[in-house]
């Protein structure tokens, strides 16, 4: 099984910053591509950004030169740094894991998710 805690989320000022973290653990051989995803209300949850276990990121266009993700794969985290934040990156924030097991199979896992509000 895999866990993935999220932290974080919470409620700002249009301009503001806010920072997520997600921690992964369980026994698998090891986490790939580690990422946040985001939905809000009557939305399809869309891709944020994402970044392999050799540090290569992709962001959605909404977010490039706002949102900075990191990880460190010593202590399986990964973290979305969010500065210049709008009323329209309100929702519910994901983290999710691409995961290959021992036995070699790969699945993805989610966490159960952030609230992030942006007032105006």
């Known amino acids: 099984q895999v866990q993935l805690v999220e932290s974080g989320g919470g409620l700002v000022q249009a301009g503001g910053s806010l920072r997520l973290s997600c921690a992964a653990s369980?026994?698998?051989?090891?986490?790939?591509?580690m990422g946040w995803y985001r939905q809000a209300p009557g939305k399809q949850r869309e891709l944020v950004a994402t970044?392999?276990?050799?540090?290569?990121?992709n962001y959605a266009d909404s977010v490039k030169g706002r949102f900075t993700i990191s990880r460190d794969n010593a202590k399986n985290t990964v973290s979305l740094q969010m500065n210049s934040l709008k009323p329209e990156d309100t929702a519910v924030y994901y983290c999710?894991?691409?995961?290959?097991?021992?036995?070699?199979?790969?699945?993805?896992?989610w966490g159960q998710g952030t609230q992030v509000t942006v007032s105006s």
């Open positions: 999710n894991a691409q995961v290959t097991t021992f036995s070699g199979s790969r699945f993805g896992s």
């Open positions: 369980g026994r698998i051989f090891s986490f790939d591509v």
């Open positions: 970044i392999t276990n050799g540090g290569i990121t």
